[in-house]
Antibody, heavy 122, light 107 residues
Framework: EVQLVESGGGLVKPGGSLRLSCAAS????????MNWVRQAPGKGLEWLSS????????YYADSVRGRFTISRDNAKNSLSLQMNSLRAEDTALYYC???????????????WGQGTLVTVSS | EIVLTQSPATLSVSPGERATLSCRAS??????LDWFQQKPGQAPRLLIY???NRATGIPARFSGSGSGTDFPLTISSLEPEDFAVYHC?????????FGGGTKVEIK
């Protein structure tokens, strides 16, 4: 069974930092592109960042570029999101999600974790 | 950035009725359009991929269609478990984007 389990969320002050993790199991982690998507309270979904299976290519949304850093450790089946310079508007539930890519073709976000809540407040 | 506009924001439907949700893209997304269902307190679940293909375990009452920039999702006869928020999503271009969601509620 595919499992994605996020952790690391919590309450942080504006300007602070937090590191989220996503532990993967039940599939060959090293063959999937991994993604972070967030959802602010009562709002829609916002894609944040993607990292290819090898880690060679990384993409960010403008809203987080320069503040957030995605990384992965294929040996540990783990995905991370380092979040710096946090703002109130970063308050959200953060999900990790996988998607399969083959060559230049990428498929759907077919499995999601349950999310970890980040609250940015003084 | 490709903007996805979903309408209506809320759709009130009685069980057994048909529901049609709209997703319009600001430019062509080819066939790289997916739909997700999200119930309260749960993560999004892949419902439809590549416009019209049902994901594993999704019942046949859900159907996606469309092309280019206009992608409706139809639920042919609403079951109690279908009341949820539906999100469309394009993966044609970076950045990946989602629509604002349509909440399907019980009338």
């Amino acid at each position: 069974e595919v499992q994605l389990v996020e952790s690391g969320g919590g309450l942080v002050k504006p300007g602070g930092s937090l590191r989220l993790s996503c532990a993967a199991s039940g599939f060959t982690f090293s063959t999937y592109s991994m993604n972070w998507v967030r959802q602010a309270p009562g709002k829609g979904l916002e894609w944040l960042s993607s990292i290819t299976s090898s880690g060679n290519y990384i993409y960010y949304a403008d809203s987080v570029r320069g503040r957030f850093t995605i990384s992965r450790d294929n040996a540990k089946n783990s995905l991370s999101l380092q979040m710096n310079s946090l703002r109130a508007e970063d308050t959200a539930l953060y999900y990790c999600a996988r998607r399969y890519c083959s060559g230049t073709s990428c498929y759907s976000l077919d499995s999601w974790g349950q999310g970890t809540l980040v609250t940015v407040s003084s | 950035e490709i903007v996805l506009t979903q309408s209506p924001a809320t759709l009130s439907v009685s069980p057994g009725e048909r529901a049609t949700l709209s997703c319009r893209a600001s430019q062509s997304v080819s066939s790289h359009l997916d739909w997700f269902q999200q119930k309260p307190g749960q993560a999004p679940r892949l419902l439809i991929y590549d416009v019209s293909n049902r994901a594993t375990g999704i019942p046949a009452r859900f159907s996606g269609s469309g092309s280019g920039t206009d992608f409706p999702l139809t639920i042919s006869s609403l079951e109690p478990e279908d009341f949820a928020v539906y999100h469309c999503h394009q993966r044609s271009n970076w950045p990946l984007t989602f629509g604002g969601g349509t909440k399907v509620e019980i009338k």
